[in-house]
Every structure is written in C-alpha cells, then in structure tokens.
C-alpha cells in the first residue's frame, strides 16, 4: 500500500475500468493456475491471533491501515499444535480504491511467489473487514533501519549491498520471470521488509500493474507511487513502463549510498529532493567521499562507492529508454556484493591479531 505523501495523487479522478480488467485478467490466471494461494481466515480467528488487536501488538501504521503481530495457532487450548508469528494488516477502507487495492494485492501475491517477495498467508474479508495475513518480518522496513539514527549504524555497506542485491532479485522476477510482466509501482524503501538476516522482500502488492505485452511499450493509468519515487515521465503523462520502476530502484539506491530520504521536507531548501540534490555530484567522483553516509564512517571500499553510484545514476537517467535493464543491474550489483565481501576479508587478514589481555 502506498503512504499518506501519495495520498494527493490519488485524488485524481480517473477511469478504473483498465484496472477491473487487469483483476480479472488475474484472477483468471489464478483460477487457471493451481497456485499456492493464500487462505482465507475469519475475522475472529484474526482477532484471536493479535489478542483483539491490541495496542501492544501494533508493529505499524501506513497510509492504508496498522499492522499488527499476531499468533496462529492451531488445536485447542490444552494441545496447541501448531503456531505461527505474522503480520496482519488491517486495512481502512477508504472506498473503492482501497478494497481494489485489497483484491490486487490478494491476487498478485497468489500468482507470484519468490524468496525476494514477502509472502501472503492469508486474507480475511468479512462484511466489511478486509485485512491481509503475512510471513512476519522481524527487521521490519528498510526505511526503519536507515532513517531511524540509532538503527542506520547496524546496516554496513555490505549489508546495503546485499538488501539492493535481494531488491533488484525480486523486480527481475516482477519484470522477466512473471508474464505478463508486473509493473511493481511503489517501489520504496518503506516497502522493502527485511528478514532476521537483513535478507529484503518486496511488500504490498496494491497499486501493482501487469506491464505491457506484446508490440505495446506502455500502459496508461492513473498516476499513483510515492513523492520522490515516481519517474518523472510517469508523473507527467501517466505513461507506465517497467522502466518506472526501474528509476524508484535508482532512488532507493541512492537512500541507501547516502543514508537520506527520497523526499526530506526537514533539510534545508535545495536539498529535500534527494534525486535533484545529488545530481550534480554524480560525474564528480571526488566528492563522493562527502556525500556517501557518513554513518559508514568510511568503511566501504571507494571503487564498490564508485560502481553502485555509476549504476545508480544509469537507473535515474531521465530518459526512460536509457535506463537499463533490471537483470543487467542484478549481475552488477551481485558482482560489487562479492567484491565487497572479498575486500572486507582481506582487511580482516591483515588485521594484526589483538591480545585479548
Ligand atoms: N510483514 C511484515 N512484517 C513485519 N513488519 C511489517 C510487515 N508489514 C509491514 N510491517 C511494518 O508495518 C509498517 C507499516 O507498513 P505499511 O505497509 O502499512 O505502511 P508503509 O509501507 O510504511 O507506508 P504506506 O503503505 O502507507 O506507503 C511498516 O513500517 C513495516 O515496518
Ligand atoms: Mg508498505
């Protein structure tokens, strides 16, 4: 789901006729398709699992609604069998939009299932309760772990490599492995979750589009995302590609190289926007060393800096044609995860040993 700053967005009036179809389109598929699907609980089972959403289990809020912890068990009090942590968002209906957003998010992540999406347990929607049931991610977002100061310290340059690497893992999969392709369309940092292991998963599914097939090169829609996020050509002309969502992992890459939001209305004017504040800097290596975050305090090898801040200014080129492609930016951000890896190591051997005493 997208936060509060896409709100004004999607005051747009706009037809949701393309969108209807897109929801048939999958659940067609998903009907086609024996797929894992999510199942579906009832609205007392959910309260059960948060102890009636309880204040003390509320992990979140977003635009769309809180999210809670909560435990599902199976079996009867005396012989539980059988429990399982997740996260349970319970949605604000805010009139059509949200329960369309409900259904696509439903869909979406019955159909598609990869190690880099967070996966859908379950939904409940009962009368007029929609809530949706996730694996529960126990780092929560990246947006937590870099804006939150005393957090960012935990997250080294290797461990920002290897969340851009599980990202871009999970976009490959929207774009090339899923057909039609998926136009993700609320890629953010605050929609990347993180495991125990700091291993990402992409979140919320519900302003997903299936991407254009065949001769088309784009689909038409209503524009929706998150300020500081969007592709400019898509903010203007509403024109979606999956080169959209390339440009909003351009951005997130640049959050995680410079430890600032996309969008900070706290910084100083000229500034705010995190995207026209650095691109001056890009062609300018040897300021790099100032701009990177200094809550690294140095620790990253300067030619991995050089290599994610080169890719990261091809995934934000204004031209959309130019942007590259999704598994062309896998191969290279596996390759400076490894080297970074293998550098770290190195400084470690030839650290001269400490005597303990
Ligand atoms: N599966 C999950 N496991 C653990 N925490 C989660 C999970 N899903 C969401 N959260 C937490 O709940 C918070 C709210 O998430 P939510 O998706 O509702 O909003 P958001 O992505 O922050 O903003 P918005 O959806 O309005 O754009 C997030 O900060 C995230 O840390
Ligand atoms: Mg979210």
Redesign the pocket.
């Known amino acids: 789901?997208?936060?509060?700053s896409?709100l004004a967005f999607r005051q747009k009036k706009l037809d949701n006729s393309v969108e209807e179809k897109d929801n048939l389109h999958l659940k067609e598929k998903i009907g086609g398709e024996n797929s894992s699907g999510a199942s579906s609980f009832t609205f007392y089972e959910l309260s059960l699992a948060t102890k009636g959403f309880k204040c003390a289990n509320l992990?979140?809020?977003?635009?769309?609604?809180k999210?809670y912890k909560g435990h599902l068990s199976k079996g009867q009090a005396s012989q539980i069998i059988y429990i399982k942590v997740v996260?349970i968002?319970q949605l604000n209906l805010d009139g059509q939009q949200g329960s369309h957003e409900f259904v696509t998010e439903v869909l979406m992540l019955s159909l598609f299932h990869h190690s880099n999406l967070?996966k859908l347990i379950g939904y409940c929607s009962e009368g007029n309760q929609r809530l949706l049931v996730?694996?529960?991610?126990?780092k929560?977002?990246l947006?937590?772990h870099l804006f939150e100061p005393e957090k960012s310290k935990q997250l080294s340059w290797n461990v920002r490599m290897k969340i851009a690497v599980g990202a871009a893992r999970g976009l490959e999969y929207l774009q090339c492995k899923a057909y039609p392709p998926v136009i993700y369309r609320?890629l953010k940092s605050?929609?990347i979750?993180l495991d125990h292991d700091f291993n990402p998963k992409l979140?919320?599914f519900g302003l997903a589009k299936l991407g254009p097939v065949g001769d088309n090169t784009h689909v038409s829609t209503r524009v929706m995302g998150?300020y500081g996020y969007c592709a400019p050509e898509y903010a203007m002309s509403g024109k979606l590609t999956l080169k959209s969502d390339i440009y909003s992992f351009g951005v997130v890459l640049l959050e995680l190289i410079t430890g600032h939001k996309a969008l900070d209305l706290t910084r100083k004017s000229g500034h705010q926007n995190l995207v026209a504040w650095f691109r001056p800097y890009f062609n300018n290596k040897r300021m790099y060393a100032q701009v990177v975050d200094s809550r690294l305090e140095g620790n990253y090898p300067p030619r991995s800096l050089n290599h994610a801040i080169a890719i990261t200014a091809m995934c934000l080129q204004e031209d959309a044609n130019r942007r590259p492609l999704i598994n062309d930016i896998v191969v290279a951000l596996e390759y400076i995860a490894s080297k970074s890896i293998r550098e770290l190591n190195k400084r470690l051997e030839s650290k001269p040993e400490t005597n303990p005493n």
């Not at 789901?1 to 509060?4: A, K, N, R, W």
């Open positions: 789901m997208s936060c509060i896409c992990i979140g809020e977003g635009g769309f609604g999210v996260a968002k967070v996730y694996e529960y991610m126990p929560r977002s947006e937590h609320d605050a929609n979750l979140s919320d998150t």
